[in-house]
């Protein structure tokens, strides 16, 4: 008989860099994990089911969504095509709503203030966001926009620091809001590992529309 407090839990994006980190994450704690890919519906993970299925739909995320706990979303657009990243995010809003379940959302870090600007934000700093990477941090800054604009959602947002890195999975990290945390030496990262921990932890809260951020 399953725990109680093991979770059904719906990763979109889940073959991706960062959903696979995901899925990995949630099944090591015992959670009932399904993965959502537009593309691919193979087990990359063994022992994880896989549907095909698009954020996008609206109604095939009112369909998906009854049989589980909280959706998550680690969605991203390739490159030239970060428009798709509203789209994504207004169909699951638009779908969630119908069905009451919450999300949390792998964000960017691109809406957090900068330390030492009252502000500032990381979209605007040079030393964070390099200007090929504008396109996706824009298109992230306005994920955030839409999840705050939406009336029912019960929702929480996870940016990361301004860089994800392969590393171990460690499970210490510092935990913040909406300033983005930097070490003494001014460096902003965590590994994907660790921060598929941080996401994870979100879906075992309740989701009360607020943002979270996480760093070493």
Do not use: N
Not at 20 to 46: D, F, I, Q, T
């Amino acid at each position: 008989m399953a725990r109680p407090d093991r979770k059904r839990v719906l990763v979109y994006g889940a073959t991706g860099q960062i959903g696979r980190h995901l899925v990995v994450e949630a099944r090591r704690r015992g959670h009932r994990v399904v993965g959502v890919s537009r593309s691919r519906a193979s087990g990359l993970v063994e022992g994880i089911e896989y549907v095909r299925s698009d954020a996008v739909d609206a109604e095939a995320v009112a369909h998906l969504s009854p049989a589980f706990d909280v959706v998550v979303s680690a969605t991203r657009p390739a490159s030239g095509r970060e428009a798709e990243h509203a789209a994504a995010i207004g169909g699951l809003i638009r779908g969630l709503e119908t069905t009451s379940r919450p999300l949390v959302v792998v964000g960017g870090a691109a809406s957090l203030r900068v330390p030492g600007s009252a502000r500032g934000r990381v979209l605007d700093d040079p030393r964070f966001v390099r200007e090929a990477w504008r396109p996706i941090a824009q298109a992230c800054v306005e994920q955030l926009a839409r999840l705050r604009a939406s009336r029912s959602l019960a929702w929480t947002y996870v940016s990361p620091p301004a860089f994800l890195e392969p590393g171990p999975r460690t499970g210490s990290f510092r935990r913040g809001g909406e300033r983005l945390l930097v070490d003494e030496e001014g460096r902003s990262r965590i590994s994907f590992s660790d921060f598929a921990v941080a996401v994870i932890d979100e879906t075992e809260r309740k989701p009360l529309r607020r943002c979270v951020t996480v760093a070493y």
